[in-house]
């Protein structure tokens, strides 16, 4: 089978959800045809074969377009909003928290509200303070909403139209290193089920708990610890709320040790919630505290030495690890 | 404008007294202790939402507000149903879980009530989006507050709704107040509708006490939409007579200007134009009580119901996890 970037995976995840259901349509800025087919092409020739009105460019207006889509959503269709970046995700979070995450509890289950807001981000491309926050946790601090990100192209599509699929809201975080990714295309109709981690490695000495672009760096680094005799155990969590507790606990019940790890900043992080978990639920099988990586708290800075400093660095992965199995 | 005819005369009024007789009763349940919830009272813009309401079909959407009681009760939402949910308990339209502020009711075309000033607006799009999308031919009546329009959300939503025609119906029930500010402290603008014009958009603003100028309006918004001629805005001039919610102080409201509002009254008006028009005063007030017994039926069903199951709190939030 033919290799697809993340890109071309969720054009074809959405196209596929588009064609099979006329319910499904997509809306946001810079979108359609006529802008190009969305700034990072992920909705490109889909104006031409479903029209306008199922590929809606809208006025900068992110208020307007979560809106629009929670209504569409209330009565019957499947819209996929794009929010351009992350960071502007703060402009309709009354939209997406107040509305769309509790529509289907205060109706009490009369308005489920299935909408995708797929939107970007990622540190390490220079786009400064505004364009580059990982911000996953202000939206698993809410009840109601599904958040989701894939780490390579072929869980991009499977996510994606399970995303699609899926009766409830979806925050799907799509990395912009990311999108160039190549992977074995999974095929039609492939899809990965919400809420399900996968084992991206397997060990025997630590359990790695991440998501996104980050889990290039862990199994990178997994794979140079293999060669010193640390089995590092990658678990990729893919969605990331609610996420997979059992793989998660079940790995960490192995190993004795874990350390989460992710791009958003440490502090209040989703590592913190997952780092808690483990502590209480595998309390008499850890060999060790629950470790955590991330990003510095301090806005995303401009230079680029600066942006790399501010990542997790696969040194500090490896000095955590190694610490944490005695080998330091 | 032609005259509104009989029978739809008779509607609106049947919808304005239902509005007012379930005003009324919360008011006395809430005085005499028996309910103790918030509650947004609706007294002096009943007229408002029963002609608006009555100005939609059956199948129509409708978004409002937590001072939505007159769009829900004139819509048609089942007052057993309508009762049970403001009383919190597991026979209400929500099973109890969204109370007063977040009434839905899907069959009726409540679509949302939501609490937070103006939000519905940009919902309201989407829901006229998807009518446009699979040519239902229905049309989605969002109201909201003079308050309201100064948010944000409403501006994107009126320039989207106007970008793509959407058959929407932008119903500003100006009742001079947003929450406890007055409208000239919190707009210079003379009016509402005249914002209407910064999107290319229709909007005309009426006299809401007055039946045969906010029914005519509604009306043609509506018949505009569903022939989709895209949205108007339609600010419906209107008092909120007591204060923002039930029990809260309204001493900001001068007196004199209550005594005023009070001759626009649009209860006594309405009777007027009803007595013009030929009803008799014992057709009116049979409405009035067959309505009075509905209300009393509704209201002790709720207060009968059983409340919600404490297990209730974990389902509905995500289908998936359920």
Redesign the interface.
């Known amino acids: 089978m033919a290799e697809i970037t993340m890109t071309q995976a969720l054009n074809l995840a959405i196209d596929e959800a588009m064609a099979e259901d006329d319910g499904v349509f997509c809306l946001g800025e810079d979108v359609s045809a006529k802008q190009g087919g969305g700034v990072f092409k992920v909705t490109a020739g889909l104006t031409e074969k479903y029209g306008e009105h199922r590929v809606r460019a809208t006025p900068i207006s992110e208020t307007a377009i979560v809106g629009a889509a929670v209504g569409a959503a209330l009565a019957g269709q499947r819209p996929i909003a794009e929010i351009m970046l992350m960071n502007f995700v703060g402009v309709c979070m009354d939209q997406i928290v107040n509305h769309a995450a509790k529509l289907r509890f205060m109706s009490g289950g009369q308005t489920p509200c299935p909408i995708v807001i797929r939107t970007t981000t990622g540190v390490g491309v220079g786009f400064g303070g505004q364009h580059s926050d990982m911000l996953e946790a202000w939206f698993a601090h809410v009840a109601g909403i599904h958040v989701v990100t894939p780490s390579n192209a072929a869980d991009a599509r499977g996510l994606m139209r399970s995303a699609i699929d899926a009766n409830d809201p979806v925050i799907f975080i799509e990395n912009i290193l990311c999108y160039g990714l190549k992977a074995e295309d999974p095929g039609k109709g492939y899809r990965v089920p919400l809420g399900k981690a996968a084992v991206a490695k397997e060990g025997s000495d630590i359990s790695l708990i991440t998501y996104g672009r980050t889990v290039l760096d862990a199994l990178e680094v997994a794979g140079e610890l293999e060669k010193e005799g640390i089995s590092v155990e990658v678990i990729d969590l893919r969605t990331i709320a609610p996420y997979d507790e059992e793989t998660v606990l079940a790995s960490v019940n192995k190993t004795g040790r874990a350390l989460t790890l992710h791009e958003a900043v440490r502090p209040f992080g989703t590592g913190a919630e997952i780092a808690a978990n483990i502590q209480e639920k595998c309390w008499d099988k850890l060999k060790g505290p629950v470790r955590r990586i991330g990003g510095t708290f301090s806005a995303v800075p401009f230079a680029s030495h600066l942006e790399q400093a501010w990542i997790p660095t696969k040194e500090e992965i490896v000095g955590q690890i190694k610490a944490s199995v005695g080998k330091d | 404008m032609a005259e509104i005819d009989r029978d739809k005369l008779l509607d609106i009024y049947t919808r304005t007294m239902k509005v007012n007789r379930t005003d009324e009763k919360f008011r006395e349940l809430l005085m005499q202790g028996k309910v103790a919830v918030m509650y947004y009272c609706v007294r002096g813009q009943e007229l408002v939402s029963a002609a608006a309401m009555a100005a939609l079909e059956p199948q129509d959407?409708v978004?409002c507000t937590y001072r939505g009681q007159g769009e829900q009760t004139a819509k048609g939402i089942p007052m057993e149903k309508w009762w049970g949910e403001c009383l919190g308990k597991a026979t209400?339209?929500?099973?109890?879980?969204?109370g007063t502020m977040?009434i839905?009711?899907?069959d009726t075309g409540i679509?949302?009530t939501?609490?937070?000033v103006g939000?519905g607006?940009?919902?309201?799009?989407?829901?006229?989006?998807?009518?446009?999308?699979?040519g239902d031919g229905r049309v989605?009546l969002v109201s909201f507050g003079d308050g309201a329009a100064n948010i944000?959300?409403f501006h994107?939503?009126m320039?989207?709704a106007q970008?793509?025609k959407l058959p929407v119906v932008f119903l500003c029930q100006n009742n001079r107040y947003g929450e406890h500010t007055a409208y000239a402290d919190h707009t210079d603008s003379p009016t509402i509708a005249e914002r209407a014009a910064g999107y290319g958009m229709k909007g005309v603003r009426v006299d809401g006490n007055d039946v045969n100028a906010v029914y005519p309006a509604v009306k043609e918004a509506v018949d505009r939409a569903r022939a989709g001629e895209g949205p108007t805005l339609v600010e419906a001039m209107c008092y909120r007579m007591m204060g923002h919610f039930f029990g809260s102080d309204f001493s900001y409201m001068p007196p004199e200007h209550i005594e005023e509002m009070k001759k626009e009254d649009p209860l006594p008006k309405l009777r007027k134009v009803m007595l013009e028009r030929q009803f008799t005063e014992e057709e009116l007030d049979k409405i009035v009580a067959d309505i009075d017994a509905e209300i009393d039926a509704a209201v002790q069903h709720a207060l009968d119901a059983p409340l919600p199951d404490t297990d209730?709190i974990y389902?509905?939030?995500?289908?998936?996890?359920n």
């Not at chain 2, 607006?121 to 998807?130: H, Y």
């Not at chain 2, 389902?315 to 996890?321: A, P, Q, S």
């Open positions: 959407y978004v209400g339209t929500c099973k109890g879980k969204g977040h839905t009711d899907p679509m949302v939501t609490g937070v939000s607006i940009p919902i309201a799009n989407g829901l006229a989006m998807a009518s446009q999308n699979n989605t944000g959300g994107e939503a320039n989207m970008l793509y209730e389902k509905d939030v995500l289908e998936e996890v």
